[in-house]
């Protein structure tokens, strides 16, 4: 057992120095970026929704990922303290609250949603699991609401209560869809991702 939690504690200080040494905000950056060369969910001049986007890691690779041509709006309830490229900008709100009318702006939809969001934890198993199911069951109401034809789902949510019906409106929503617990993923985590692709409908 000792050993197995040291293999963890180094492969999640591995991720985190990499990290910092590539100046991302956070190791989440490698989750998907794994997620991205696996199913190619991010392509040139792109316009991409990343819902609940601080620190930011998520933020910038989309924008290195969609290049000066594409398009990549935040939100998250506080702005970010990072330095943005010009084809990135952050809204200040609360996803449970904001209106896919605020978040399109003047854009017609987006190619990709990404939600990394979390609900603030109370260790309390049960209560954690319903409030990340809430956030994602969310997250997928705005991705078909805002998201092109045939675009991208990726959101996390936590295994447990509320999985199977997120999981079943994905499949709704969208064409193909996968669940998947990345790399760079901490093994005792429950977090896993749906990543669903050919959102369906006009």
Known sequence: MGSRLRS?????????????????????????????????????????????????SWLLYAAERVGPKGVVIGL?????????????????GDVMTITPEELRGNLPCFQTVLSDMAPDTMGVAFTDEVRS????????????????????????????SGFDEAVAKAKKGYK???????????????EIYIVATERRGG
């Open 133 to 160: 199911a809430e956030l994602c069951m969310r997250a997928l109401d705005l991705s078909v609401a805002l998201g092109c034809p045939g675009g991208t789902f990726v959101g996390k949510i936590f295994m447990g």
């Open 8 to 56: 963890r504690a180094h492969r999640h200080d591995e991720f985190y120095q990499r990290a910092k040494d590539e100046r991302y905000p956070a190791r989440s950056i490698y989750k998907l970026e794994e997620l991205d060369k696996r199913f190619h969910i991010l392509k040139k001049s792109q316009r991409v929704l990343d819902l609940g986007c601080r620190p930011g």
């Open 176 to 190: 193909r869809t996968k669940v998947v617990k990345p790399e760079a993923t901490r093994k005792e985590s429950k």
């Open 76 to 92: 998250d309830r506080q702005d970010v303290d990072i330095e943005l490229p010009k084809q990135a900008q952050v809204l200040v």
